[in-house]
């Protein structure tokens, strides 16, 4: 009977000594990412049966389990994915938020300069500082439209460099899981009644920092591995397989990246199928923002521009030589597919810069019908055959069945426009009548600050400036808002999530009182089975 | 709900960063008097604020050119002014030498006239403040009139030069100088010279000399009438540029107030905002010390 209090005692000591570790465990790993609280499963053992009933065999550890609520993990993973769309988004248009901040030093002040000038010319149109002044004030307006789209550009290319290293994580990241996959599956194959806690742990890690990349769902095989899908569904990981993610230069525009996957073969992803995460947060706002604001900044170039120089030739000059363009207004881009056929050739020239859009457009040829696509909205027309002029650009070329081509018509104006006189006496105030008094094209130049010229003669340059930054500004505050929102819904299942897995050091502190007294009492068990078996020996002698 | 410590420690952070990044906000809104700091802050506030700063920069350019016609107009004025005193002078002259002259009066009237003559053309060349002729036309580096034997040849042509003085206002700020001289084949030169011809002339007889002077004083008459009306015409133009002036001035009031309400900072506002989250933000870290202060393990010893 002895030894089997013993037992017992030995029993309540062992449990008591993993409860003890196992609290030092969940201690020591409070404030590490990932972790998941773990507590021991505890039963008694199996009784023996005696004439007089059941009599207990103390206890035992069946089981180290984790404190995880798969539900909860998908929510907290999921809440991550979209508040880290929304606030990458909202960062990128920040960056252009406060581009367009600056007052002092924006578009607008330098339009109201260049204007001014132009009025001052018009009240001394002999004067050569006058005349020099214009032309001074001409080159800092250009200045501007050259330093708002150069920052564009920058961010431009800070877009491609992130989904380089985005992409290089998330390929990282699925060979990470598919190694924790084998060793977890051969591990429950091994043993399944006690899961390898810490490295699932840190699978779910993986999968949490994945979501911050790109949306990531797991399905959990019956093995214990993950099989884990991201965006719309493309398979990451399978088993112990995984595949990966990297750039390739875009077949439809080389000047920027786009995320390709890979498993046998590389292929180009649609920007449609990357979803959540920074890499969705970077492409919507390339393909939404970016794109639009990049363009209509050019469209007011151009627009500007090509208007102006328009009177500017219908006037003329000191020496009473028909003005010539004031500004080099850039044309537009053109791009071929990469596939197309060897003799593909496609031109596009600005015949109507007031009927001009901020769009890009695609031109197709299905071997019948050219089908050139409006891209911002999509519309169709499609014609037998080129030369045709859509939206004030002329477009014209040779294309073979199967052919296209994507046309930027004001995408790159704002860094490319310059201004093609320096010699004062070019400058066209006067009308054809001459005399260094004639003032009469300057009038009609300044006419133009104020005139409908943009968008099929609906809206000033700087109206439409004005308009681009209110949708900056608009773009940008709803995205902080839903930034907020989706933060504080993070915060939300993250505490939920806590609230299963985190650890609570009073918890734990209370746990290592229970443990330690347990501890003491099986001790004081052993030490009293002890003594009965001393009373026993005792007898003897 | 079970509290995970880290959660604890999370939350009080996450509330006192976000204190923290609201008195940094409110911060440089004081710095820079500005409510509206990006276009993010108020996206319709930002954008009436360009367009109105458009038509603020706009209308100081009009205030500018209004500035440079009424130099110019006020500069036609005070010239007209002392064409017309000399054309009166030599009406007087005439008047009083209207009945038959001995050849010593013919003389004296001969060179006042041509004197009178010389000093007309001088006006009629007279240069503005910015060194252009005024009576030109367009042909302002050019001088616009030259003495010959029969009066003065116009150099010049017969434009108007126009400014933008308002929105919607251009304003002829120049004379062309055949209007003022040569208005309606008057040719105010030609009346002195036919005269000291005549005058010149030993073979005129009295009558000659008697209708010769008559001659002029009507040609004075509607000569002198002729640059009145240009005279009054200026004075009504400048007339215009003050009442331009006067609601230009409470537009660019206009304008300021409604820049000042769409993007600037109300202090006071500010300041209680700012003195408010500071007592947000000790309340915030008095409870997260208070808080993570009570551990149970500060009782097991």
Same mark, same amino acid.
């Given at each position: $009977?002895?030894?089997?209090?013993?037992?017992?005692?030995?029993?309540?000591?062992?449990?008591?000594?993993?409860?003890? =570790?196992?609290?030092?465990?969940?201690?020591?790993?409070?404030?590490? *990412?990932?972790?998941?609280?773990?507590?021991?499963?505890?039963?008694?053992?199996?009784?023996?049966?005696?004439?007089?009933?059941?009599?207990?065999?103390?206890?035992?550890?069946?089981?180290?389990?984790?404190?995880? =609520?798969?539900?909860?993990?998908?929510?907290?993973? =999921?809440?991550?994915?979209?508040?880290?769309?929304?606030?990458?988004?909202?960062?990128? $248009?920040?960056?252009?938020?406060?581009?367009?901040?600056? =007052?002092?030093?924006?578009?607008? *002040?330098?339009?109201?300069?260049?204007?001014?000038?132009?009025?001052?010319?018009?009240?001394? *149109? /002999?004067?050569?500082?006058?005349?020099?002044?214009?032309?001074?004030s001409a080159q800092t307006l250009v200045n501007r439209f050259a330093d708002i789209g150069n920052r564009l550009n920058e961010l431009r290319s800070g877009v491609n460099l992130q989904l380089t290293s985005y992409t290089t994580q998330v390929t990282s990241y699925a060979s990470q899981i598919a190694q924790l996959n084998d060793t977890i599956s051969k591990s429950l194959a091994a043993d399944p009644l006690n899961p390898p806690n810490d490295m699932m742990d840190q699978r779910d890690l993986i999968i949490t920092n994945l979501n911050k990349i790109v949306k990531t769902e797991v399905q959990a095989q019956n093995d214990g591995s993950y099989n884990v899908f991201i965006g719309n569904g493309i398979p990451l990981t399978v088993g112990s397989t995984a595949y990966g993610l990297k750039t390739v230069n875009s077949s439809v525009n080389p000047s920027q990246l786009e995320v390709a996957y890979v498993n046998n073969t590389t292929t180009e992803l649609n920007d449609k199928s990357i979803v959540g995460g920074a890499l969705g947060g970077l492409l919507q706002f390339r393909n939404n923002s970016l794109d639009s604001i990049q363009n209509q900044l050019g469209q007011i170039a151009t627009v500007f521009a090509s208007t102006f120089n328009a009177q500017h030739q219908a006037g003329y000059d000191s020496n009473g030589v028909a003005g010539t363009a004031l500004f080099n207004v850039p044309g537009p881009q053109v791009y071929g597919y990469a596939n197309n056929s060897g003799g593909a050739t496609l031109t596009a020239t600005i015949t109507s810069a007031s009927a001009l859009t901020s769009s890009d457009y695609r031109v197709q040829y299905d071997g019948t019908n050219y089908n050139i696509t409006r891209l911002s909205d999509n519309t169709l027309q499609s014609f037998a055959s080129l030369p045709q002029t859509v939206d004030g650009v002329a477009i014209n070329g040779t294309l073979?069945? /199967?052919?296209?081509?994507?046309?930027? *018509?004001?995408?790159?104006?704002?860094?490319?426009?310059?201004?093609?006189?320096?010699?004062?006496?070019?400058?066209?105030?006067?009308?054809?009548? /001459?005399?260094?008094?004639?003032?009469?094209?300057?009038?009609?130049?300044?006419?133009?600050?104020?005139?409908?010229? $943009?968008?099929?003669?609906? $809206?000033?340059?700087?109206?439409?400036?004005?308009?681009?930054?209110?949708?900056? /500004?608009?773009?940008?505050?709803?995205?902080?808002?839903?930034?907020?929102?989706?933060?504080?819904?993070?915060?939300?299942?993250?505490?939920?999530q806590q609230s299963v897995s985190g650890v609570n050091l009073d918890e734990e502190a209370a746990n290592l009182l229970r443990y330690q007294q347990a501890y003491q009492a099986a001790g004081k068990v052993m030490q009293i089975a002890s003594a009965l078996f001393d009373t026993l020996l005792s007898l003897g002698q | 709900?079970?509290?995970?410590?880290?959660?604890? +420690?999370?939350?009080?952070?996450?509330?006192?960063?976000?204190?923290?990044? !609201?008195?940094?906000?409110?911060?440089?809104?004081?710095?820079? !008097?500005?409510?509206?700091?990006?276009?993010?802050?108020?996206?319709?506030?930002?954008?009436?604020?360009?367009?109105?700063?458009?038509?603020?920069?706009?209308?100081?350019?009009?205030?500018?050119?209004?500035?440079?016609?009424?130099?110019? &107009?006020?500069?036609?004025?005070?010239? &007209?002014?002392?064409?017309?005193?000399?054309?009166?002078?030599?009406?007087?002259? &005439?008047?009083?030498?209207?009945?038959? &002259?001995?050849?010593? !009066?013919?003389?004296?009237?001969?060179?006042?006239?041509?004197?009178?003559?010389?000093?007309?053309?001088?006006?009629?060349?007279?240069?503005?403040?910015?060194?252009? +002729?005024? +009576?030109?036309? +367009?042909?302002?580096?050019?001088?616009?009139?030259?003495a010959t034997a029969t009066g003065a040849t116009y150099n010049g042509d017969s434009n108007q030069q126009q400014l933008q003085v308002d929105s919607q206002r251009k304003m002829v700020v120049n004379v062309p100088g055949d209007s003022v001289f040569q208005a309606g084949g008057n040719d105010v030169f030609s009346i002195y010279s036919d005269l000291i011809t005549i005058l010149d002339n030993p073979a005129s007889t009295d009558t000659d000399v008697t209708n010769g002077v008559a001659t002029a004083l009507a040609n004075m008459d509607t000569a002198i009438s002729n640059v009145s009306n240009i005279r009054s015409s200026i004075g009504t133009r400048l007339n215009e540029i003050d009442a331009l002036n006067d609601s230009g001035s409470s537009r660019e009031l206009q304008y300021a107030q409604a820049l000042s309400e769409l993007v600037d900072l109300d202090y006071a506002q500010a300041i209680s905002d700012l003195s408010q989250r500071k007592v947000v933000l000790e309340a915030a870290q008095q409870s997260f010390i208070q808080i993570t202060g009570l551990s149970l393990f500060n009782y097991i010893r």
């Open positions: $009977m002895a030894t089997n209090v013993l037992n017992i005692g030995r029993t309540a000591l062992e449990a008591a000594q993993v409860g003890l =570790s196992v609290t030092g465990h969940n201690i020591a790993n409070a404030s590490t *990412p990932g972790f998941s609280r773990q507590e021991i499963v505890q039963t008694t053992a199996l009784s023996q049966k005696f004439g007089y009933g059941f009599l207990g065999q103390g206890t035992e550890v069946t089981q180290i389990k984790r404190n995880y =609520s798969e539900i909860l993990a998908k929510q907290y993973n =999921s809440a991550q994915s979209g508040s880290n769309a929304t606030n990458t988004y909202a960062n990128q $248009m920040s960056q252009i938020d406060n581009i367009l901040a600056d =007052s002092s030093a924006g578009l607008s *002040p330098s339009f109201q300069q260049f204007f001014a000038s132009v009025q001052a010319l018009s009240s001394n *149109p /002999g004067d050569a500082a006058t005349r020099q002044a214009m032309l001074s073979a069945s /199967g052919d296209s081509f994507l046309i930027q *018509p004001t995408r790159n104006s704002a860094t490319a426009l310059s201004v093609a006189i320096t010699d004062i006496n070019k400058i066209a105030a006067a009308d054809s009548t /001459g005399g260094s008094g004639n003032n009469i094209n300057a009038l009609l130049l300044a006419d133009l600050q104020n005139k409908g010229t $943009m968008n099929n003669s609906s $809206m000033s340059y700087e109206a439409a400036f004005a308009q681009l930054v209110s949708q900056v /500004g608009n773009k940008t505050n709803e995205l902080k808002v839903n930034g907020r929102a989706a933060e504080a819904l993070l915060a939300q299942t993250e505490a939920a | 709900m079970r509290i995970s410590t880290n959660t604890l +420690y999370q939350t009080a952070i996450t509330k006192i960063s976000t204190i923290q990044a !609201e008195q940094s906000k409110l911060q440089q809104q004081i710095a820079s !008097e500005k409510r509206v700091l990006t276009p993010s802050d108020d996206p319709i506030a930002a954008s009436r604020a360009l367009s109105i700063s458009s038509s603020q920069s706009q209308n100081a350019q009009f205030a500018k050119n209004r500035q440079i016609a009424n130099t110019s &107009l006020t500069g036609l004025d005070v010239s &007209l002014g002392s064409i017309t005193e000399l054309l009166v002078t030599s009406r007087t002259t &005439l008047v009083g030498n209207a009945g038959t &002259l001995s050849a010593n !009066e013919k003389s004296i009237l001969s060179t006042n006239l041509k004197a009178s003559l010389q000093t007309l053309i001088g006006f009629a060349n007279t240069k503005d403040a910015t060194g252009n +002729y005024m +009576y030109a036309g +367009y042909q302002s580096d050019t001088v616009p009139f030259t």
